[in-house]
């Protein structure tokens, strides 16, 4: 018999495919990251992956939708800065690309003669900060502008206003794709897992593995299980707020116009519970701020296991909580009646009644806590080897995105040996 010898055939090897730069996150910080490195680089293959099936499904689309004008924030803080440049980069980005968006002003509006000092601390930081047409107004300039509101005086902030985030998001990954039909998002994966294998990462799903050269995490909530996961020594954790918000009915609607807010509690990283016009005409009052077992949870009795764990093993979190013991049962009290969150409103509207308000929605605020208990840090974002980790990315990181994006593209290119500059 002759001998005769066969070549295997060998099964077809799946041709593993790399990327230049893989992002974690779908938010509005992601999704301007993305935005900010496409088009000035319109070759890097770049993947973005949420584990959402939409994007903007957390902090992005849970928010306030407030344009912020850089008012608050210390000078020279990246706060500061970002704001500033991003707010300006927004609109723009909005009027070119049709997303809904009204630079309509707003007040902040001291009720008593104890707010005066931190309203007038605050207009100077205002100046400092570059904040273009602001005006100190008394309780008639309060009253030319929202008639219903009482103040004995304020701050008139020309350049606030109020957006679609979500539909801002989605269009600076449209725009991105459009750039390189070889970049890809995937919406529905978790990334769970961080695998370095020599030069190139790989990002595991419970589906797939994406591999990469670079990668950049915007995974707001999630931001410190992420930086961890990637090996950088991260003492602080992220802790969540939710933020409980009601509508005006609409026997309220006509009390507010645009845009009130109170003189904010400095010893508080939030801005306090404000009046919003939403882009869809609903008039919103809210956030209050109540410390939540669940980081994605939006009831008010969501619970996770891992998140309370997580958070109340840290002592950082024992700290906060005996730091500010009475602003936390107030919230929490407030949380669940209706006629204190109505109480807190009459302060600035005192004409408002338990018929002008019916529940909304809620949102929950990523803040990085730091082991003395602090949660009022600044914009933080860190390299480690072929990564960088946006750690914290609190309000106004919204308004900021296109900034904060643009930030990151130039770590990017002085980190990474990124190729094709456009410019
Ligand atoms: C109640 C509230 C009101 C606010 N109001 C304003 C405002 O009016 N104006 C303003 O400028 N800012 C405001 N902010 C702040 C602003 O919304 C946030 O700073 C901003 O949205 C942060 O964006 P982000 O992309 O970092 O986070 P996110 O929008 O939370 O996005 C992070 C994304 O990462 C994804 N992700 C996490 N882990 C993984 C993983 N392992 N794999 C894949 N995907 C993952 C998440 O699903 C999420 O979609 C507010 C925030 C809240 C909560």
Redesign the pocket.
């Known amino acids: 018999m002759q001998n005769r010898t066969f070549a295997r055939k060998l099964p077809d090897m799946p041709k593993i495919e790399i990327f230049d730069i893989a992002i ?7 999704a301007a990251t993305f935005y900010k490195l496409q088009i000035k680089y319109p070759a890097l293959k770049i993947i973005l ?4 099936n939409i994007l ?5 689309g ?5 344009i ?1 004008s850089g008012l608050y924030y210390p000078p020279g803080s990246l706060k500061a800065l970002n704001c500033v440049k991003g707010r300006k980069e927004l609109v723009a980005f909005a009027n070119e690309h049709q997303i809904d968006c009204d630079v309509c002003g707003k007040i902040v509006v001291a009720t008593n003669e104890s707010e005066l000092p931190m309203l007038e601390k605050i207009f100077k930081i205002g100046l400092e900060n570059g904040i273009e047409g602001i005006e100190m107004i008394d309780a008639e300039g309060i009253k030319r502008r929202e008639p219903f509101c009482q103040g004995i005086a304020g701050i008139w902030v020309p350049v606030a206003g109020i957006i679609d985030f979500r539909e801002a998001t989605k269009k600076m990954v449209e725009l991105a794709l459009n750039e390189n039909p070889e970049s890809k998002l995937i919406l529905g994966e ?3 897992e961080i695998d370095p294998t020599g030069e190139i990462k790989a990002l595991k799903t419970r589906e797939n593995a994406y591999f990469s050269k670079h990668q950049i995490f ?5 931001a410190d299980r ?1 930086a961890r996961k990637d090996g950088v020594k991260l003492k602080e954790k992220v802790v969540g707020f939710r ?1 409980d918000y009601y509508e005006l009915t609409d026997t309220g609607h006509h009390k507010v116009k645009n845009l009130i807010y109170p003189v904010p509690n400095p010893a508080f990283p939030f801005l306090g519970v404000h009046f919003t016009r939403m882009t869809n005409g609903e008039i919103e009052c809210g ?1 209050n701020a109540v410390f939540t077992f669940k980081r994605e949870g939006y009831g008010k009795t969501d619970f996770s296991l891992k998140d309370s764990i997580d958070a109340l093993s840290y002592g950082g979190t024992w700290k906060l909580f005996f730091k500010n013991m009475k602003f936390g049962i107030n919230e929490y009290r407030r949380a669940f009646s209706k006629k204190l969150f109505l109480k807190t409103l009459q302060r600035l509207i005192p004409s408002l009644t338990m018929e002008d308000l019916k529940p909304g929605r809620a ?4 803040l990085l806590l730091r082991e003395d208990g602090d949660t009022r840090d600044d914009f933080r974002i860190e390299i480690k080897d072929t990564s960088i980790h ?1 750690l914290n ?8 995105s296109l900034a904060i994006g643009g930030q990151i593209c130039d770590m990017a290119e002085k980190e990474f040996d990124l190729v094709g500059n456009k410019d």
């Open positions: 974690v996150g779908g938010g509005i910080v992601g992956i949420e584990k959402e903007a499904d957390h902090q992005t849970h928010n306030s939708g407030v912020h978790e990334v769970v915007c995974a707001g909530l999630q992420m933020g956030p949102g929950v605020r990523a946006v990315a609190p309000s106004p990181a919204a308004t900021a």
